[in-house]
């Protein structure tokens, strides 16, 4: 197999057969193929896949995007995209994107690729545009605990440790959305323990009364629990055990629902998946959950080391670089252990595409201005 240029007759003929085969050359022309860039693979002399980018200040758009159907789910598509992305990258490109064909999109979210805007119809096809961020920015989280309605944090995950912080959820969340953040992480630490959603109350509130982008979790274990969080405003429905223990159903929501719609938490430790309240190490290896769940469309996760979180000793960072590393399209969010703004850096440094942070936070280990900041 060889990925190089190719000759546009050569680009349009295979245009032509995979895309329109009941239209004219003509039809499938480009205003603008003679100044863009046209890749293609070959397979033992054979043209086998073709894709056509196009740069625009920092911004890389491909189109007519194509694989011969006899040569269709050989992993020859798969390869032409992440040449192309690896070579943006190296180029110092800011994003790219697609204006993909809506029964399309399964592909370009395997690689970290996102739906943005409308769909809008052409030809008698629905289409929608799909991006992705190529140059790694670190999203802030900061983390809401909720147990009988108040703000809360637990030292490792003990209801026994247990700290008020806030009797009113919504204040600390206007907090954070006046210091500039826009993503919320809150947990129902009641539905967690209960296995079933308690606190979706406090989500319609702070749904409600702010415009932040919430992922909620806790005792998410049914579709009726599903449904609730979705219903009552959180953009992403946060997952966990469910994942581990029932994988059918879980895949089921992602099907349903778009795997877009999901943040997929993993507690670790020693590298193995922990679940029921920390206390019970699985046999699942981590970067064997990740490629699973990745191969069913997953795109963001978080990890929280178990025996990090709530002791502001500092994040697990070679954990978290062995997943970037292993996964480098992924979403990928650091969660446990901060404990001040160096190791906010630090996992800014190591490629981490965002941070929950809690206690360092309630504690005022961090400011919020600091965060803001970033």
């Not at 740069?55 to 491909?62: C, I, L, W």
């Not at 637990?154 to 907090?175: C, F, M, S």
């Not at 219903?231 to 223990?245: E, H």
């Amino acid at each position: 197999m060889e990925i190089k240029n190719v000759p546009l007759p050569d680009v349009w003929h295979m245009r032509q057969a995979v895309m329109y085969p009941s239209e004219s050359i003509d039809f499938v022309k480009l205003d603008l193929d003679e100044h863009g860039m046209h890749w293609g693979v070959y397979e033992k002399s054979e043209l086998v896949s073709v894709i056509s980018v196009f740069v625009e200040g920092k911004q890389v758009q491909f189109r007519k995007f194509a694989t011969s159907v006899h040569h269709q789910g050989k992993g020859y598509g798969s390869t032409l995209l992440q040449y192309v992305i690896d070579w943006a990258r190296h180029h110092g490109m800011h994003s790219m994107w697609c204006n993909a064909r809506l029964n399309a999109t399964s592909i370009y979210k395997k690689f970290g690729m996102q739906a943005t805007g409308a769909t809008w119809h052409k030809y008698g096809l629905e289409f929608i545009k799909m991006e992705k961020q190529l140059q790694r920015t670190m999203q802030i989280i900061p983390a809401i605990d909720i147990i009988d309605g108040k703000c809360v944090r637990l030292t490792q995950g003990d209801y026994e440790r247990k700290k008020i912080y806030n009797e009113h959820p919504l204040e600390v969340a206007l907090e954070f959305q006046d210091a500039g953040l826009k993503r919320l992480h809150l947990v129902d630490l009641d539905g967690a323990k209960a296995g079933a959603v308690k606190n979706w109350k406090v989500l319609e509130t702070i749904a409600a009364k702010t415009s932040m982008v919430i992922d909620f979790g806790g005792g998410i274990k049914t579709d009726k629990d599903v449904n609730i969080v979705f219903n009552s405003g959180a953009a992403l429905a946060t997952v966990g055990s469910i994942a581990v223990k029932n994988e059918q159903e879980f895949v089921k929501w992602l099907l349903t629902y778009g795997a877009d719609k999901f943040l997929l938490g993993a507690d670790v430790k020693d590298e193995k998946i922990a679940v029921a309240g920390w206390l019970e190490t699985t046999d699942v290896w981590i970067y064997d959950f990740i490629q699973k769940y990745i191969g069913h469309g997953v795109q963001q996760l978080f990890c929280t080391d178990v025996s990090k979180d709530g002791l502001l000793q500092g994040p697990s960072i070679d954990l978290y670089k062995n997943i970037i590393t292993k996964f480098p399209d992924l979403h990928f969010i650091a969660s446990g252990g901060v404990s001040n703004m160096d190791d906010v850096l630090e996992l800014k440094a190591i490629g981490c595409s965002g941070v929950i942070i809690g206690k360092a936070i309630y504690e005022g280990r961090i400011t919020i201005k600091d965060l803001a900041t970033l």
